[in-house]
T-cell receptor
């Protein structure tokens, strides 16, 4: 069965410091990986995705993620955090099975302090 | 503007009532799906569709019904609302692999409270 794990419920980082939000996955077949961000009382906003190609994926708002097949990970990173990055982040995975199903992790709250 | 439109944004139901959450997209996406979001549990798949006339169950389908008579619309029906269905519901759509590459667009959500 497909699954996604985000091992940290919350990540705290000081403004200006680098941030990492962790994600590991378990799928049978090639994974298609996504990161979404959700601000309070809002919908999900797309940050970036990995379908194929370069393992380092660059996305919106200065975020990037590195696909690591051997470690089955897709960690989200940003070199310098902003207070406005504080939000709930979701990792999700889909596979090439003609269903379009997305499986989400439980989410990680990122708190960036001034 | 192209996107996924969900209505209503907020709803309060009494236990046992039924209602339909509407979802419409104008991007000709073949894939559509419904998720519910509960604190600490992420988003869980309720039902999904790979095209008009084709639907299937996701992870948490009990108490919900769907149909897909057109490419554009994918309504979610609560048959007899229960307090456990209090949640935030999101509809999403995407091109299929046949149409191109995966790229999901989410609606703004429906916050449902069952009392």
């Amino acid at each position: 069965a497909q699954s996604v794990a985000q091992p940290e419920d919350q990540v705290n980082v000081a403004e200006g410091n680098p941030l990492t939000v962790k994600c590991t996955y378990s799928v049978s077949g090639n994974p298609y990986l996504f990161w979404y961000v959700q601000y309070p009382n809002r919908g999900l906003q797309f940050l970036l995705k990995y379908i194929t190609g370069d393992n380092l994926v660059k996305g919106s708002y200065g975020f990037e993620a590195e696909f690591n097949k051997s470690q089955t990970s897709f960690h989200l990173k940003k070199p310098s955090a902003l207070v406005s990055d504080s939000a709930l982040y979701f990792c999700a995975v889909s596979v090439l099975d003609n269903t379009g199903k997305l499986i989400f992790g439980q989410g990680t709250t990122l708190q960036v302090k001034p | 503007n192209a996107g996924v439109t969900q209505t209503p944004k907020f709803q309060v139901l009494k236990t046992g009532q039924s209602m339909t959450l509407q979802c419409a997209q104008d991007m000709n996406h073949e894939y559509m799906s419904w998720y519910r979001q509960d604190p600490g549990m992420g988003l869980r798949l309720i039902h999904y569709s790979v095209g008009a006339g084709i639907t299937d169950q996701g992870e948490v389908p009990n108490g919900y019904n769907v149909s897909r008579s057109t490419t554009e619309d994918f309504p979610l029906r609560l048959l007899s609302a229960a307090p456990s269905q209090t949640s935030v519901y999101f509809c999403a759509s995407s091109y299929s692999f046949r149409q191109g590459t995966l790229g999901y667009t989410f609606g703004s959500g429906t916050r449902l409270t069952v009392v």
